[in-house]
């Protein structure tokens, strides 16, 4: 599903965030990726987006190398992609639900489609009852949540979510969790990338990435860096 091949990434010069990385995950499988800040999860997450291009290497998504897409092909290779990161970027001027619907409607879906499916993508976290809510007046998890619910509302095959429980308490990170989890129990290909031990913990698949390289495990420095 997702392949690396002596991937590095610099920016200027001297400054590498990814090194000769080689890595796959497979369709359907569950990854985390951990490290200390700086480590370049987040880097390696945009790559598969193309939202960041490899320096050398290649990335390949079923099968395609995405860095030789050209703009036009961008879209269709994203639509098959839910992304999810730490700001939420909701809109504040629309409800949860409108939030929900954006993506279904900047591809053409009839609105009564889209509603639909921007409902039952919402019933999926647990949020139905806040369909018509403003974004702002719910907590950061439940927000951290309608994410969720627009990231999977184009039913994709591969969900990125970059440090989704960071700065939610431990309940609310549960949640979030639960709701990555039962997609993922769907056939759904999730790559996760955070430094929560109570996550990691009962994590099946753990990448580290440490300066930009992986590597076996956590080191102590890792350790302390994530702490």
């Known amino acids: 599903m997702i392949e690396f091949r002596h991937v590095s ?6 400054s590498s965030a ?11 499988e569950l990854a985390f990726l951990s490290g200390p800040s700086g480590a370049g999860k987040s880097t390696l997450l945009k790559m598969i ?12 998504v ?21 992304l999810i990161f730490q700001q ?4 504040n001027d629309r409800s949860v639900l409108s939030n929900v619907m954006l993506p279904l409607l900047v591809i053409g879906t009839a ?17 139905l009852d806040k369909a018509t809510s403003d974004p702002m007046a719910l907590s950061g998890g439940e927000q951290q ?5 627009r990231a999977i509302v184009n039913r994709p095959q591969i969900i990125l979510a970059d440090e989704p429980t960071a700065n939610l308490d431990r309940a609310s990170a549960r949640k979030v969790m639960d709701a990555l989890k039962a997609f993922h129990g769907v056939g759904v290909t999730c790559v996760i990338a955070t430094h929560d031990d109570n996550i990691l913990a009962s994590a099946s698949r753990i990448v580290y990435l ?8 956590p080191s102590s420095d890792s350790l302390q860096g994530a702490a």
């Open 18 to 28: 990814l090194t000769d990385i080689d890595l796959t995950i497979g369709k359907g």
């Open 111 to 127: 609105g009564a489609e889209a509603e639909k499916r921007a409902r039952a993508a919402l019933d999926k976290v647990g949020l």
């Open 88 to 91: 939420q970027s909701l809109l």
């Open 145 to 149: 949540r309608v994410s969720i619910a």
């Open 9 to 14: 990434k610099q920016y200027g010069r001297g």
């Open 210 to 217: 440490e300066h930009g390289r992986l590597v076996d495990g």
């Open 49 to 60: 987006a193309v939202m960041e291009r490899p320096t050398s290497g290649t990335v390949s």
């Open 62 to 82: 079923n099968g395609q190398d995405v860095g030789r897409l050209n703009a036009s092909g961008l879209p269709y290779l994203r639509r098959n992609l839910g």
